[in-house]
């Protein structure tokens, strides 16, 4: 697997920077050339791809007859409320599309009706605003395999303190966690609430990441540096991985820094992280079951986290194909199961 590691990334770059824009000024072919070895330096090569695939491939469960229902994943999805219902039921949908066995929805009671409505696979709790939002999460703690916390969350202060007990209750449980959107507005408030726990996952948008950033680091992010500000904001987080959404998504651990590069398109409807999110959950949960064993040492945390970046990038790729301009995120989750097989099936 290609690594970079904090120092080399931070120092390749400034060398490249400095060289680069000398030889811009004297020799502009030999400065195309040097622009275009710190890319494929920065990105994977083929052959990198083709490691994480394997590690990848290597984590789904196999499907057989003696299984029971539940055992590839039970996941959990907290968020949705009076203005979003969109977002938590495509994290969901697309847990189960690329192979959960159930997805339980924790919204607000007002947004559960339109939740179920949407799609009779969810299963659906109206608890996320009660007073005893935390025990009813609680109760199902035991059964659930991963948590995906924030798609269409909102941040009325009522959900996001139950939120907030939600999480304390999870992480005293060890469950696998994926922080999304309005999730990550709540750990911006309170870095804390995370800080250190091995087991969480954080999915920023460049809004998400900079709030992040100037939350835990209280500075601008810098922009010219991807791969070592998301080092620096895992460093900061407690080594816990996270990943960076954007034209390349960067996955980090705070020790090394993985690149997405996957095709996609130039469509960026709503709801794209949500898939991102709602994949990264089961998967999270398979990485963790495998063991380090087979991603031949590799944390799973980032294994799960590039693998599930790699399947939203050729969902969209698919649902471009198709639809153009007029894609939307549920032409792309309608194509989980083919892109999930062109990739994972081996
Ligand atoms: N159908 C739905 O119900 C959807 C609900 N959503 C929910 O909407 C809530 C707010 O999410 P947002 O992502 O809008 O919140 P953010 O606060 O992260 O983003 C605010 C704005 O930043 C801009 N932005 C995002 N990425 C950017 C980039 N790379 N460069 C420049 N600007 C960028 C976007 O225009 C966005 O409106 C969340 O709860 C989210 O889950 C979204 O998931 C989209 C779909
Ligand atoms: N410029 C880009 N080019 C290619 N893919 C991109 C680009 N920006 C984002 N993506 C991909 O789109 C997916 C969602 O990222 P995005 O930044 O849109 O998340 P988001 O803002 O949280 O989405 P949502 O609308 O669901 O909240 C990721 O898998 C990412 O790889
Ligand atoms: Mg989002």
Redesign the pocket.
Known sequence: MTVRSCGAAAAGAAVVALLSAAIAFHWPPLHAVLQRAFSLHTAHSTKDMENLLQLVRNIVPALTSKKHKGQDGRIGIV?GCQE????PYFAGISALKVGADLTHVFCAREAAPVIKSYSPELIVHPVLDSSDAVEEVEKWLPRLHALVV?????RDDLLLKNVRGILEATKARDIPVVID??GLWLIAQQPALIHGYQKAILTP????FSRLWEAVLSSPVDTKDHSGSILKLSQALGNITVVQK?EHDLISDGRQVLVCSQEGSSRRC??Q??LLSGSLGVMVHWALLAGPEKTNGSSPLLVASWGACTLTRECNHQAFQKYGRSTTTTDMIAEVGTAFSKLFTT
């Open positions: 968020g979003y219902t969109g977002a924030g798609p269409g969350l909102g959107a309005d948008n460049r809004m998400e954007g709503g709801g992280g949500d």
